[in-house]
């Protein structure tokens, strides 16, 4: 009896995912339909007011609030936007810029609706933003105070589009205010995630770094990564504050390394005793910062440089030997200069190099051809 009533519980189980999958499917192809009647009516308002710019140079009157009361529904815009998009792809791109900076008033009117809606449908406005009223030169002040607004919401989604939006419109003290904003611990945004939108910048990035760096120890330990490593790719004029954070032993590892990575890519003198230190040291609990610090090695000069790199190259690390090789490569050492490994009993070190000798040699033949 038992069996039987599993398999009819089965059996009801599989009819409702038939019947599931096919109310699905229909209410798919309506919402095509739906949206495609609607991207057709949006089209033709389109065509009239892109028709009216090419005449007058500017768009009807009566089009700012027809946008308003259509564009404030949620599908509306989602066919609005694929309509632009279309647009875009047929060459009309010049017409679509005047198009969208004729509507500016409509933009902020909707920021401000769409900011009170549930946070989906707020996270699809500012990707809206992002992709068009941003990329399209519409720097709206009122609009980026809105957006930090959007940034605040507990959706990763529509904090990510609103910081992209905010990124693109390229004012570096509103951008402040939103890695600040999004540094509330309610929602993990990655450090990398943060570190891309930042570099994508289009202001100054040595006046954002400057607000960063003056705003520094108000971010978590993340915020801060992101920060350092945004730094590091930007600008070569943090040596001392770099130096700070690599020595201080109270400082979070990866904002530690984070600051060896940076001297890796500008050499600073003073730096250097200190970064031979790291390299030196033989703790497997340390075998992060050796590594790193090995690494760095290869931007440095020096007979000390190259032994404490041979010495790194035989470290039972794989991690450490591997960065040790790359890094005695990059110091373009002739054959001679490394037979000492090469022809040494330490078989890991020898392949090692050899493999990175190899490797550079098959490069410059390479190039050659």
Known sequence: ????????????????????????????????????????????????????????????????????????????????????????????SEEIKVYLREIKPVILYLALVYSQKETMQAGYFTHFISNFAVNQNMPIDSLQDILITYIKKDNLYCRINALSALYHLGNSEHVIKAVKAQDDGKIYLNEKILTEGLLAFTGSHDELIKGLWNNFNQFSDHTKLAVLNYIRFKSGNYKEEMLKIMLDLNAEKELRLSAIRYFGRYSYEKALEHILNFARNTDPLMWEYATVAVSALEKYEGDEVIYVLKRAIHSPNWYIRYSAAQSLEAHNLKYDALFDIISGSDRYAREMMKYRLESRRLRMEGEVR
């Open 1 to 92: 009896m038992r069996v039987e009533f599993l398999i009819y519980i089965y059996g009801i189980v599989c009819v409702s995912m038939i019947l599931f999958n096919i109310v699905y499917n229909i209410y798919s192809k309506q919402n095509e339909r739906w949206l495609k009647k609607k991207c057709i009516k949006l089209k033709k308002q389109l065509d009239i007011q892109l028709n009216s710019i090419r005449m007058r140079g500017k768009i009807e009157q009566n089009q700012l609030e027809f946008l308003r009361k259509k564009l404030s529904h949620i599908n509306n815009l989602i066919a609005f936007e694929k309509v632009l998009s279309g647009e875009f792809n047929t060459g009309h």
